[in-house]
């Protein structure tokens, strides 16, 4: 298993397109978080899964954005209408279901709106 | 609600030296703790887990302390390599609930100079 991967690794989008990023995580980490991080900041919580089951979105996770896990194997995380204020470096991180366990980031996708 | 603060914000030292980073957090209550390094334009590398029991945890020339009750942590690198130089931010998970999703600090730019 080599870890945690995201694609693309970069993706350059106009104003007002839709973007899908995908989350491949470490096959048996049964549970993927989404965070986004812009420039200077630590990475910020959107959502995480269980399995297929999406239980916790933050309120960063605009009605414009949507995560997704069929089969609680890969995930895509879509921006809807994307706006300027979507550039970041977005973030996806798989764990064990223990509380106490390590979480693995992969490599981030960023994304840039003009 | 869970706070973390890394201090300092940069830091910049001679190839050699030994260099302790600073963690904080507000809410004591937290399972564990992780260090992470991250290069620029990259994901995050975890670098180290200190579970709430424990006090000290060692990883080659990175050493992690936690002193929960006064909510601090430090990462202390020894003999500093320009190969160090990197954010490194620490992370807690969010107080109570199911979930692990992480708050992170702001991260601290070090830069080790040749």
């Known amino acids: 298993d080599t870890g945690v991967s995201q694609n693309p690794r970069h993706k350059i989008t106009k104003r007002g397109q839709n973007v899908t990023f995908r989350c491949d995580p470490i096959?048996?980490?049964?549970?993927l978080y989404w965070y986004r991080q812009t420039l200077g900041q630590g990475p910020e919580f959107l959502t995480y899964f269980q399995n297929e089951a999406q239980l916790e979105k933050s309120r960063l996770l605009s009605d414009r954005f949507s995560a997704e896990r069929p089969k609680g194997s890969f995930s895509t995380l879509e921006i809807q209408r994307t706006e300027q204020g979507d550039s970041a470096m977005y973030l996806c991180a798989s764990s064990l279901r223990e509380l106490d366990t390590e979480a693995f980031f992969g490599q981030g996708t960023r994304l840039t709106v003009v | 609600k869970q706070e973390v603060t890394q201090i300092p914000a940069a830091l910049s030292v001679p190839e050699g030296e030994n260099l302790v980073l600073n963690c904080s957090f507000t809410d004591s209550a937290i399972y564990n703790l992780q260090w992470f390094r991250q290069d620029p334009g990259k994901g995050l590398t975890s670098l180290l887990l200190i579970q709430s029991s424990q006090r000290e945890q060692t990883s080659g020339r990175l050493n992690a302390s936690l002193d929960k009750s006064s909510g601090r942590s430090t990462l202390y690198i020894a003999a500093s390599q320009p190969g160090d130089s990197a954010t490194y931010l620490c992370a807690v998970p969010s107080g109570g609930g199911a979930t692990n999703k992480l708050i992170f600090g702001t991260g601290t730019l070090l830069a080790v100079q040749p």
């Open positions: 096959s048996e980490h049964n549970r």
